[in-house]
Each structure stands twice: as C-alpha cells, then as structure tokens.
C-alpha cells in the first residue's frame, strides 16, 4: 500500500502470541489483557533499549473490546480493563515517542468473539483515526472470504479517507488460502502494507518449522509480493518465550531478517533473559532486515537437512548485491554439521569479492573472491548468518545480473 508508511518493515510488540485472550484482571492483573500491560510494554520498549534498534510499535491484539458496541453503534473497549479509554491509551504510548496499533476484525465477530467490523466499516475507521491509531491489523474470522477481495480494500478506502496516516495489516491471503481461493496479491499489494499468509505461530520449534517451510515451499508465488510499504508478514517473533531454545531463537531472528518480515516481538519484556533480549536487539540483523532495497531473500540451496537463505541487500556496486546469507541445520543428530560452498556457488559473483562477516559470532572473514569456498559450523537447529558486502573492482563486469541465478 502506498500511504508512505512501513518502507521497511514495521518493528514493534504485539501482545497476542504471549497473552493471548487473558481478560481475567481480577485474578491475575499483571498478565492481563489491560491498559496497564500495554503501559508497561511501552515504558520497556524504551528503557530497555529496544526502542533505540527500532522497535516502534506498541500493538493491541484481540480481547480489548466490549462485548458489545455502544449504543450509537461505536466500538468500545472493555472499560474495566482499559477505564480510561483508548485514546489515553494512545496518547501515553505518543507520549514516549512510540506509535500505537490496535485489532479488529473484518467478520462479525473477531476470533475470540468481540464484534466485528461488518456495517460499520466507516464509523471504525474513523474511530481509529480519532484515538490517533498508527497500525490497524484486521483479523479474518467469522467473515466469508470470497468477500475479501471487495472488503478487505473497503476498509483500507475508509482508513484512507480519515486522514491519518495508518498501517493496514491484512489477514486476507492465509483465509482465503485456508478456504481454497487463490490470493490476488496484486489487489493485496494495493491495499496493505503487510499480511498474513500462513498459520498462527504458537510457542514451538515445530511450529517455526512449518512457517520457514511454508516461506520457502512457496516463495516463488511469495517472494515478488514484497517490497516497500506492502510485505509478507510470517507472524510475531516468539523470541524470549518458553518453546525456543537459545539456537532456534537465533534461527528465528535471522530468517526473518531474511524474509524481510515485519519485527513484532511478542514476548514478556518484564522477565526476558538477557541472551534472547541480544538476539532481539542484534542491530546487524535488524539492518538486514530493515534493508532499504525490500528485497525478500529466498532459499537457495535444501539437502539433507541443510539449508541457505540468502537476501538481496544494499550495497550495490554496479549489477551486484550484496547479500544476507543464513545457513540452516535441521538435522537432529546432536552434532554441529559443517558446510562448505563458494560464494560463486551461492550466486555471488562480482569480480572484486565480497567482504563477509558473520552476524552473531565476532568473526570477521575479510575479503573473498567468488571462487573461495567458505566453511561454516552449523548447530542442530541452529544457524549461522553472514553478511557479504560486495567490494568495487575495475575489471570487467556484466550488465545484467539476476540475484537469484
Ligand atoms: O486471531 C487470529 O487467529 C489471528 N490470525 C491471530 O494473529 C490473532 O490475532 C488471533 C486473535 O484472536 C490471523 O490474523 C491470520
């Protein structure tokens, strides 16, 4: 969507993975779904550091709304956990120089049963606008998805139409592809800055699994839909949360980085431990992922359990990339695998070599040529990310390039 929002992908937290539904205030207050879980997250954004790499948003999921609208038909939050309203909500988050989002639902109802905004696309949009909301994500239950071709787009005209500049997450595509039709993702493109394509992530490996094999099983369908202000969006980061080990935390940050996903971390920022806190706030993997090209990577190589991602990023020196590159283990033998590949292999071919370096470890390789072949150790379920720099040569060089060949 071209509203001059999300050129990179948005970063932030979203409560949803973590908190999911809990509106029991009375018997556990702190992990409510609440105005003052949402305080919190905002005033640790900022004195925890992440704001300072990027995190920006501070995303409301289901479960804030009222069971039913108000008597003029407006939407309204669930005054007991939220009593001073939305708008205030907003504003504190504003206050500390953070931007708020906030969920509903394109059906009659959103998924965990709180009205929908069906017949009152207009009032809501303006509602949002009114509480100065940065980042709608519309949700797709309890609605037909043939109709989201038409709705979907709807909406996005009444968020236009406030005036305020506002992010619109779609979940159009994974429904329409979970009840058999065939996503147009040139409408999506149109119409969002980022969406859902596949399941819900839940809190383990083999659920992250089964998004990465989505992602690369399809990325020649997905893969050409992103770019600048409209990207895929593989579901928040589970970094920090009980099912990821230390190795499959870090897979998940540098694949992400690879698909050049949104960054929305849903974890508790009040106990995080201070090694997934680092894999959050690794500032050369968010560069990666906050890429300004928006080039989503894809993967390159799958055999026996290894895998390589790679992503087209800046600089470029004359028709060459320069590259992300994420080498991934799946095996489950206990042992580190080593793999061995030139760079000319992995497609990286310019004259002047590349200069790599390694994203987790303080490993510095220097400066290769295409033709040397670069050995990584790779855990189970681990992964180990380089990044290449493409380095200027004054030799001959082609004109056209294709990242991926
Ligand atoms: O509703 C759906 O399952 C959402 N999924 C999920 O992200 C969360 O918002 C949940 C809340 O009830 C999609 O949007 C695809």
């Known amino acids: 969507l071209e509203n001059g929002l999300a050129r990179t992908p948005p970063m932030g937290w979203l409560a949803w993975e973590r908190f999911r539904c809990n509106t029991d205030c009375k018997n556990d207050p702190d992990n409510c779904i609440s105005d003052r879980l949402f305080r919190t997250m ?70 965990a049963g709180y009205p929908g905004i069906i017949g009152s696309l207009e009032t809501d949009a303006y509602t949002f606008a009114s509480w100065d909301v940065d980042y709608v994500k519309l949700d797709g239950c309890y609605s037909h998805p043939s109709e989201m071709d038409k709705g979907y787009p709807e909406f996005g005209f009444h968020l236009n139409r406030t005036g305020r500049p506002m992010i619109y997450s779609c979940s159009w595509p994974v429904y329409q592809i979970y009840s058999g039709i065939q996503p147009n993702y040139s409408s999506i493109i149109e119409s969002c800055n980022l969406w859902r394509n596949f399941d819900d992530i839940q809190d383990s490996w083999s659920s992250l699994e089964s998004i990465i094999d989505y992602y690369g099983n399809n990325q020649d369908t997905i893969v050409p839909n992103a770019g600048p202000g409209h990207w895929n969006d593989p579901d928040m ?15 998940q940050m540098a694949i992400w980085a690879i698909l050049a996903a949104p ?56 028709n060459y990339f320069s590259y992300a590159i994420a080498f991934l283990n799946r095996r489950t033998d206990g042992t580190p695998s080593d793999v061995a590949v030139t760079l000319a292999e992995m497609g990286l071919l310019a004259p002047g070599g590349y200069r790599i370096e390694d994203l987790y470890e303080d490993v510095d390789y220097g400066i290769l040529s ?30 056209t390039y294709n990242p991926f060949k």
Request: charged share 25%; hydrophobic share 35%.
């Open 42 to 111: 905002t005033d640790l954004l900022i004195s925890e550091g992440y704001a300072a790499v990027g995190y920006e948003y501070i995303n409301v999921d289901d479960c804030w709304l009222e069971k039913e609208r108000s008597y003029n038909g407006h939407l309204q939050p669930d005054l007991r956990r939220f009593p001073y309203g939305m708008r205030d909500l907003s504003n504190y988050v504003h206050s500390k120089g953070l931007k708020f989002g906030i969920y509903e639902d394109f059906g009659n109802y959103t998924c």
């Open 237 to 251: 980061l589970i970094v920090g949360n009980f099912g990821l080990s230390y190795e499959q935390s870090k897979t």
């Open 370 to 399: 295409p033709q040397t072949k670069i050995k990584v150790k790779v855990n189970p379920s681990g992964v180990v990310i380089l990044r290449a720099d493409v380095q200027p040569s004054y030799g001959r060089v082609s004109t």
């Open 263 to 318: 960054l929305l971390m849903s974890v508790d920022l009040r106990t995080i431990r201070p090694e997934y806190k680092a894999i959050l706030q690794n500032r050369k993997i968010i560069t990666v992922d906050q890429d300004p090209l928006g080039i989503q990577g894809k993967r390159i190589y799958k055999h026996k359990g290894i895998e390589i991602w790679a992503r087209p990023i800046t600089p470029i020196f004359q």
